[in-house]
């Protein structure tokens, strides 16, 4: 349910969707999106397809990363995390939006928002892992900014200085 934290936008439907910070508190409506999530361990095996080791992963990144969930009414339609290297000034880079809410600008929206935090945080570079043929997500990753770190087929690096 959205609250004073969130911040409210418009998607490409004209639909409303918030963002927040997500904690802890929040796995049961993380957890949820993630196990009606299709398709399941698709990239890199996340989400994991195991629910058990799936409400593990959730609970380790929120307990972990700096996290924030797009909502849509009483539900979460997306996640994005940033997973900080401790002696690093970087982090990894990771986001997942229920398929219904694809292409509707809530990706663009959680990963500038992510960027922000990141550089809140103090990182001076993100970087993530996509699918070679995940077309939709590589042109949202190159109009933040990221770009390409190798030349993988199958999975590639991207990254974004800060």
Known sequence: MPDENRIAFIDKSGGVFHIGD???EDFPAVVEM????????VTQGL???????????VG????????LIAWHEHKVVGHSALIVESERPDGEYLIF???????????????VAAMNRARILGLTCVWLTVEALNFRAIKLYRKIGFVFCDTGE?????KLQL
């Open 22 to 24: 997500a904690d802890i």
């Open 34 to 41: 993630y196990d009606n999530f299709v398709p399941m361990a």
């Open 47 to 57: 989400p994991p397809s195991n629910p058990q080791t799936r409400h593990e992963w």
């Open 60 to 67: 380790n990144l929120l307990n972990s990363g700096a996290n």
């Open 97 to 111: 939006v229920e398929k219904s809410f694809r292409n509707r600008g809530v990706g663009t929206e959680l990963t």
């Open 154 to 158: 199958r999975e590639r690096t991207m």
